[in-house]
Structures are given as C-alpha cells and as structure tokens.
C-alpha cells in the first residue's frame, strides 16, 4: 500500500512541475525527461493497483474457502457425533445380546471372559498373560465354552455372533432361496 501512495505523490508532484514549467514556457523537449518520470511513476502507480487489487480479491476468496471448510468441519463434527452415538447404541445392544447368549448356555464368569477375549481375537497366550493365570487353565476353559455352546472352536464363536450382522450380498440371498 505504501509503494502505491509513493508513486501517487510522485506522478502527482511531476505532472505539477511540468505544468507549470509549460504554462511558464519551458519548452516540451526540455521536459522530457520531467515527463518520462511522470509516465513511470504513473505506471508505477498502476502496476501496484493492480497487484492490490489482485491480493485483495485473492484474499477475499482464500477467506471464503477458509469459511466453507469451517462450516464443512463442523458439519462433519456434527456426523462423526451422531454416527458415534448410533455405533455406541449398536455396540450396546451387541454386548447385552452376547450376554444373553452367554446365559443361555450357561457360561460361568471365567468362561464369559474367555469367550469376550477370545471374540477380541486374543490368543490363548495373550490371555493367559491378561488374566494371570496359566495357558492350560485358559485351554480348558475355552473348552468348556465350546462344549457348552456345541460350537466347534474360536472361529465358529466369532461366526456365531457376526452372522447376523453381516448382510449377505444380494446374489448370495437368491442362491440360498433357490435351495
């Protein structure tokens, strides 16, 4: 801004001076260079508008799009809120359904959090380590889980919970109807 005020004081102060060195009879040809810093200081003038301006409106728009991100993140807030209350009710409802399950067939408590872990993906190890108590302990019980529960093993536990969360794909629906 201050280069802009320069050249305007410039280009002012010299086309004051040659007026008045014509009006006084001055020759043209003995003003030409008078009139060359004129021109330059006018275009000077010009060319530091210009840039101005551009800036300007080059701000104009980054604060736009700095408002549109804005509003955009707080509408992406506001999802993330809702999607996460909606995963937390659904997660809710998983684990007072796998409790359920669990009464029905009658799990005691050691065996409930073995059964939980093992649907984390722990391995036996991992959770013998957890639970402080040995790898054989952690075998039978798991054990005893599959007994009660007639499944085969840790990936039939898993499967029997996530069956029904997983939808089937379409195709495969019209395969299993054709049966």
Same mark, same amino acid.
């Given at each position: 801004?201050?280069?802009?005020? $320069? /050249?305007?004081?410039? !280009?002012?102060?010299?086309?004051?001076?040659?007026?008045?060195?014509?009006?006084?009879?001055?020759?043209?040809?003995?003003?030409? /260079?008078?009139?060359?810093? =004129?021109?330059?200081?006018?275009?000077?003038?010009?060319? @530091? &508008?210009?840039? /101005? !301006?551009?800036?300007?409106q080059h701000s104009e728009d980054l604060d736009r799009e700095l408002a549109e991100a804005r509003a955009?993140?707080?509408?992406?807030?506001?999802?993330?809120?809702? &999607?996460?209350?909606?995963?937390?009710?659904? *997660?809710?409802?998983?684990?007072? %359904?796998?409790?359920?399950q669990f009464d029905r067939w009658g799990l005691s408590p050691a065996e409930r959090e073995i059964a *939980?872990?093992?649907?984390?993906? *722990?391995? @036996?190890?991992?959770?013998?380590? *957890?639970?402080?108590?040995?790898?054989?302990?952690?075998?039978?019980?798991?054990?005893?889980?599959?007994?009660?529960?007639?499944?085969?093993?840790?990936?039939?536990? %898993?499967? =029997?919970? $996530?069956?029904?969360?997983?939808l089937p794909e379409p195709a495969a629906i019209s395969r299993i109807q054709q049966r």
């Amino acid at each position: 801004m201050a280069s802009i005020v $320069l /050249f305007a004081v410039i !280009a002012v102060l010299m086309a004051t001076d040659v007026t008045i060195e014509f009006r006084s009879g001055v020759p043209m040809a003995l003003q030409s /260079f008078e009139v060359l810093i =004129f021109l330059s200081a006018l275009g000077g003038f010009g060319y @530091h &508008w210009w840039k /101005f !301006a551009a800036a300007r409106q080059h701000s104009e728009d980054l604060d736009r799009e700095l408002a549109e991100a804005r509003a955009e993140v707080r509408r992406w807030a506001e999802d993330a809120k809702r &999607w996460n209350c909606e995963a937390q009710d659904v *997660l809710q409802g998983l684990g007072e %359904a796998i409790d359920r399950q669990f009464d029905r067939w009658g799990l005691s408590p050691a065996e409930r959090e073995i059964a *939980l872990l093992q649907l984390k993906g *722990l391995r @036996h190890k991992e959770i013998a380590e *957890l639970r402080q108590t040995s790898e054989r302990t952690v075998r039978q019980q798991a054990l005893a889980v599959y007994r009660k529960s007639g499944l085969n093993g840790r990936s039939d536990l %898993a499967a =029997f919970f $996530l069956e029904d969360l997983l939808l089937p794909e379409p195709a495969a629906i019209s395969r299993i109807q054709q049966r």
